[in-house]
């Protein structure tokens, strides 16, 4: 496994005994990233077996209800599970004043460091990187100051040629590092072996952007051309366009438009309005323009790998 993501809920607005407001984990090689934290998300995430100490970075988009009402119940309970890791959270200016409150008002002490990193940059920025990936913020267009993330899997080490390192005799063991870091060999004569020769390239990376609440807007896709995979919002179907406007909200022809538009591998249709009974129709709507369409759903996981 290269990429997972699995969706924890992805329907908009208030929750209802069969959806729940947005949020997603994302598995990249070992690490587990937390996106957005609607109301329920610890929940879900017993529900689907995920280990609470594997979470150590949380991105939320902005901060309506649906996308981070879950949070302060997620860290009361690292809290009371006795944590002692450090907690990075990644959100938009006015998410610490929020979090420092709530926890002041009800005299609740954490176990371990919480680190906010407080966002208001306006232009795609990276705000995180590890060994496994690098995240890019996606400016979008909504009510109120949100992003997108986009998620970049590093680059592994090259794979070691053991036959073709075997005719090469004064190539040693303290060598091999070296050369899964892509440097060349240079032999006790002076003659230089070329890496490619003894080594075979890295597993094929991939990329995953994901556009939470967003009005329809170009201005992102240099940002995510040519992504693995893309979810986007569809909060209303297209005869509902007129709402979608208003609301600063997409429709899934719109996705599905800014999906061709960049060129994407696979487009993910989400954040759905209670008003709608019938899932599959976002599907059809969207699939007019765009063919590789798949429909979000609880518990759904989505898996990119070579």
């Known amino acids: 496994m290269s990429l997972k993501l ?13 959806a729940h407001p947005t949020s997603q984990v994302l598995e990249i090689k070992n690490g587990c990233y937390l996106i957005d ?14 280990k609470f ?26 809290s009371l599970l006795k944590r002692q890791n450090d907690l990075h959270i990644f959100a938009p200016k006015g998410a610490k004043e929020i979090i420092d409150l709530q926890l002041k008002i009800t005299k609740s002490y954490l176990h371990y460091n919480l680190i906010i990193h407080e966002l208001e940059t306006k232009s795609s920025t990276l705000i995180f990187e590890d060994k496994n990936v690098s995240v890019h913020t996606i400016p979008l267009k ?12 590093k680059r592994g080490e090259r ?38 020769i003894l080594t075979f390239d890295p597993k094929k990376t991939f990329t995953y952007a994901y556009c939470s609440d967003t009005a329809f807007t170009e201005s992102i896709i240099p940002i995510i051309k040519h992504v693995d995979l893309l979810y986007h919002e569809s909060t209303f179907l297209e005869k509902h366009s007129d709402l979608a406007q208003l609301t600063k909200h997409s429709t899934a022809l719109e996705a599905a438009k800014i999906a061709k538009m960049a060129q994407v591998k696979k487009l993910l249709l989400g954040h759905y309005s209670s008003r709608y009974k019938d899932l599959n129709a976002f599907k059809i709507e969207a699939s007019k323009i765009f063919n590789n369409v798949e429909l979000s759903y609880e518990g759904a996981s989505f898996y990119l790998n070579d």
Do not use: M, W
């Not at 100490?53 to 690292?78: A, P, V």
């Not at 036959?163 to 032999?187: H, M, S, V, W």
């Open 159 to 196: 794979k070691l040629n053991i036959e073709a390192i075997k005719q090469f005799p004064d190539i040693d063991i303290c060598d091999y590092q070296n050369l899964k870091n892509g440097r060349d060999f240079t032999r006790d004569d002076g003659s230089i072996v070329d890496n490619s």
């Open 37 to 50: 934290c609607g109301e329920g998300t610890q929940k879900q995430l017993r529900k689907f077996q995920f």
């Open 6 to 18: 699995t969706i924890l809920g992805c329907h908009s607005a208030t929750p209802r005994s069969d």
């Open 142 to 153: 909504h009510r109120i100051y949100t992003n997108g993330f986009l998620f970049i899997e």
């Open 53 to 78: 100490s594997k979470i150590e970075n949380i991105f939320i988009s902005h901060l309506h209800g649906d996308h981070f009402f879950g949070l302060i119940g997620l860290i009361s309970t690292f």
